[in-house]
């Protein structure tokens, strides 16, 4: 018999590898922190001995949910700013908001708050564009999330840095410090088309290809960003972003709401993908990105929560099935979009828009053990007949009862493990008076 870490069995899996595939009570064997072998329940008890078993009748396992764009400071932001057009809502309270309060400490706590919730909720990687990225990691660490951290670029000064050489001064300086963490990885983020010059894009994509990072921006959230871009540079952004040489399949674009068929052409002959996030886009007033014309250029989709402060819950159950239930609507076809592409969008896509889908994204051997187990048999996904229209359709966050991250457990019965919630929400509350006040 073979020692191994763990051994999770369950009535079904979903690997993630092919679209509708399950398989019936098989186990995920789990050592030095990597899946080592699936077998089923049976064979995998003769064959490994493990420290810790898991026997979960009523569960599916299932990749750990990625979620592909978000700012997880913003989480102490939730609720300050509600139904705002997008540019009213940085302009008049978001950014006046960032630079009374924003430091270091602001950030960890934030990001404690949002690292929490997320895992509560089955994601297992986030991909996070903030100021003082040191504070995020720290907290990614402590709490054992993955994290794809964006090097912040802005032309405008912040608390965090005055001027766009040295924001990657310090986002360079953060990842030399940061690049032997197994949970942490690094993109260079200029913020925005409309918050970085030609200039400052050129460098990046310079930067970008020496050091082979990967690129994450906003693009084309609101048609009013490409309306001033088209008065100001007379192309959109995607076209203005083409012309310096920014797409490609490293760039990783969140929102694409309003794209004409060149902005699609462009996406598409350049491998960019596309982080979609609809809540924020419907909360925001923005509009609905046409998920169906993405998908018929072949155009990488994965899914994203935003920031709380524009959601306001960072739950990927939640945009699941708004990105199915939206999208058979705005196209009047109820078989557009089958439960097994959602949940690949929110896995194995998410893994290879941030270039991670060689360790993480699906159950299979040698990746990184990111396993979530959702329980089916309760009220409201019960009867059962799809476990993967279940999964999209019926439940919701609450019914994630078991995290594993990098083979560590870090929800265990829908507790999270070393993890002091009743701290980070004292820690929260204390921000939240200090914000409050002013
Ligand atoms: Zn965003």
Known sequence: MIKVDKIISATWIYTGEDQDKVLFDHSIVVSDQKIRDIQPTIKAHEMYEAEETYQLSDHILLPGLINAHTHSAMSLLKGYA????????????IWPAESKFVNYDFVRVGSELAIAEMIKGGTTTFNDMYFF??????????????????????????????????????????????????????????????????????????????????????????????????????????????????????????????LSENDMYQLKSNGVSVLCNISSNMKLGSGFVDVYQLINNNINIAIGTDSSASNNRLDMFSEMRSMALNNKALTMKSEFLKPSEVLKMATINGAKALGLDHIIGSIVKNKYADIIAVNLDRIDTQ????????????????????????????????????????????????????????
């Not at 509600?82 to 302009?91: A, R």
């Open 383 to 438: 009867p059962c007949y799809d476990p993967l229209a279940s999964l999209v359709y019926c439940a919701d966050r609450s019914s994630v009862e078991y995290v594993w991250i990098n083979g560590d457990t870090k929800l265990k019965e829908r507790v999270l493990v070393n993890i002091d919630e009743i701290e980070i929400l004292q820690k929260v509350k204390s921000w939240k008076n200090k914000i409050n006040q002013t």
């Open 82 to 93: 509600d139904d705002l057009q997008l540019e009213t809502w940085l302009n008049d309270y």
């Open 133 to 258: 990225p040191e504070a995020t990691a720290e907290a990614s660490k402590n709490l054992g999330i993955r994290a794809n951290i964006g090097l912040v670029v802005m032309e405008f000064p912040s608390n965090y840095a005055n001027d766009p050489q040295e924001y990657l001064n310090k986002g360079f300086e953060f990842r030399d410090h940061w690049r032997d963490n197994k949970l942490i990885s690094t993109s260079i983020a200029p913020h925005a088309p409309y918050s970085v010059s030609n200039s400052t894009f050129e460098l990046i994509n310079t930067y970008a290809e020496q050091l082979n990072l990967t690129i994450h921006t906003h693009l084309h959230e609101t048609r009013n960003e490409i309306e001033e871009s088209i008065k100001q540079f007379s192309s959109t952004p995607i076209e203005r972003l083409s012309e310096l040489g920014l797409l490609g399949p490293k760039l990783m674009a969140a929102h694409c709401v309003h």
